[in-house]
């Protein structure tokens, strides 16, 4: 799987649309992008993933760049509880079998101030 | 509301004693894991299980054993326990026919071995 690299920490006004990149330089073409956050004390939530479209949900924007090179997880306007670690995973697609786990690296600490 | 529990959320316990942390999910997801979470190491896999009597090991997997009976239920036993395995630990699930790597996490289990 390719290796990704976060920037440590990023702090981000409350309302404020939080821009957290995530550089995959390696990623192969049958690799997806996953985000993931923790929040302190919890165990780590499912946030977003994408191949190569832009995808949205309620949570988050997914941008991937053309290249597939890196990504960007947008938080629109966040909130102080979305203060947390947000990791970016890259893992290989999946075919309808099981799944190995995920590599969690350092991630971001994005820190939400009011 | 379906949902993934762990228990217990705290355990204290000795050198060498055998300690068997649950984890049950209500979501008939066939794919169960198990994570530890160190500082300085984030999450590392032990187990993970595909379905009933299905496991394989993870990247940190010594001293770590678990079983698959029935589609909820993916308890971690640890054999003898040792302080090197004070951790936090999370299980997680997933579905294949959607996404494996899409995984739901339980709470957590903080385990202090003295």
């Known amino acids: 799987d390719a290796k990704t690299t976060q920037p440590p920490s990023m702090d981000c006004a409350e309302g404020r649309a939080a821009n957290l990149p995530c550089n995959h330089s390696?990623?192969?073409?049958?690799?997806?992008v996953y985000w993931y956050r923790q929040i302190h004390s919890q165990g780590p939530q499912y946030i977003i993933h994408g191949l190569k479209n832009n995808e949205t949900n309620e949570m988050a924007s997914l941008i991937i760049t053309e290249d597939r090179k890196s990504s960007t997880l947008i938080l629109p306007h966040a909130t102080l509880r979305d203060t947390a670690v947000y990791y970016c995973i890259v893992r290989v697609g999946y075919s309808g079998g099981g799944a190995d786990g995920l590599t969690f690296g350092k991630g971001t600490h994005l820190i939400i101030q009011p | 509301d379906a949902e993934i529990t762990q228990s217990p959320r705290h355990k204290i316990t000795e050198t060498g004693r055998q300690v068997t942390l649950a984890c049950h999910q209500t979501?008939?997801?066939?794919?169960m894991f198990w994570y530890r979470q160190d500082l300085g190491h984030g999450l590392r896999l032990i187990h993970y299980s595909y379905g009933v009597q299905d496991t394989n090991k993870g990247e940190v997997s010594d001293g770590y054993s678990v079983s698959r009976s029935n589609t909820e239920d993916l308890p971690l036993t640890l054999e003898s326990a040792a302080s090197s395995q004070t951790s936090v630990y999370f299980c997680a699930s997933s579905e294949s026919a959607r996404n494996p790597y899409e995984q739901y996490f339980g709470p957590g289990t903080r385990l202090t071995v003295t």
């Open positions: 390696t990623i192969s073409g049958n690799e997806y």
């Open positions: 979501w008939n997801h066939n794919n």
